[in-house]
């Protein structure tokens, strides 16, 4: 849908608690309920679980979308560039462009949270690591590192010193 259909569309799009699209990418369920195709680029929207002990992202930059991470249930740890830290039900995090962040769960329940991404478009890299380890290939860091280059995403180092 282009940005004119997106703007002469008479009415609201409801989503339903079971609508979305569900993408298991490197043990990190992600469940997509808004993508690009749904709000004419401008952003998605995703609700994703991470199991406790299940690295969602190693720190890593985005040039071309911001994140913002909202944390409903469990501790997420998150790397902010300076380090890490924990965050629980309620905190948000923005990762805007250009800035360090991953996250992953070091406690013992599943976390639950929300993404939301602006401009839309990285649901496209779910999408591609997804197809790829469906199609056999193993998630490996330089599989990843190739993708998230196609999407205007770098690692970053934790350990500059």
Avoid: W
């Avoid at 478009?121 to 790829?132: C, K, L, N, Q």
Wanted: aromatic share 10%; proline share 4%.
């Amino acid at each position: 849908m282009d940005d004119d259909q997106f703007e002469n569309r008479a009415r609201p799009l409801l989503r339903r608690a079971g609508d979305g699209e569900l993408l298991d990418v490197a043990g990190v369920a992600h469940f997509f309920r808004l993508t690009g195709e749904h709000t004419g680029g401008r952003f998605a929207f995703e609700e994703f679980s991470l199991a406790p002990g299940t690295i969602g992202a190693r720190p890593h930059v985005h040039e071309g979308h911001d994140e913002y991470f909202y944390v409903l249930q469990g501790q997420l740890t998150l790397h902010t560039g300076d380090g890490e830290t924990a965050a629980g039900p309620g905190d948000l995090l923005a990762a805007t462009r250009g800035t360090p962040h991953g996250f992953r769960n070091a406690g013992a329940v599943t976390v639950r949270a929300l993404c939301l991404y602006t401009p839309a478009g990285y649901e496209d890299y779910f999408r591609d690591v997804h197809a790829a380890v469906s199609s056999g290939a193993e998630a490996t860091d330089e599989l990843l590192a190739e993708f998230r280059g196609r999407y205007r995403t770098s690692s970053h180092r934790a350990d500059r010193g």
